[in-house]
């Protein structure tokens, strides 16, 4: 049993499998649609880049930026970060994906 779960997990943790792969991002994407954005846009910046090299890097407030998309604040997510827009239309292209790969399985 204990191998079955590490099996799991480390399937989930890869992300390599679509199934695994759409609910771990569905579920990414309904926590940042629920959360309060004051809660969102208190995070520490969490960007390797910035920390290591002390310069600013591009990926700083592309979750802000999602987390607005997704409550409909466009003007607040381009401010977070304009890279949001199209980080989001290809995180919702590979569920799209994914999506249609889980169902052709089952055919």
Known sequence: MDRK???????ILTLSYP???F???????????????N?????HDLSICSKTLGKYCYS?????????????????AIEYNFLSIPTLIILLLIMLFD???IFKKKE
């Open 5 to 11: 779960i590490k099996n799991i997990s480390s399937r």
């Open 19 to 21: 199934k695994y792969r």
């Open 23 to 37: 609910f771990v991002f569905l579920i990414v994407l309904i926590l940042l649609a629920l959360l309060p954005m």
């Open 39 to 43: 809660i969102v846009a208190k995070t």
């Open 60 to 76: 700083v407030g592309i979750t802000r930026g999602v987390s607005s998309l997704l409550k409909g604040n466009f003007s607040q």
């Open 99 to 101: 999506l249609r790969s």
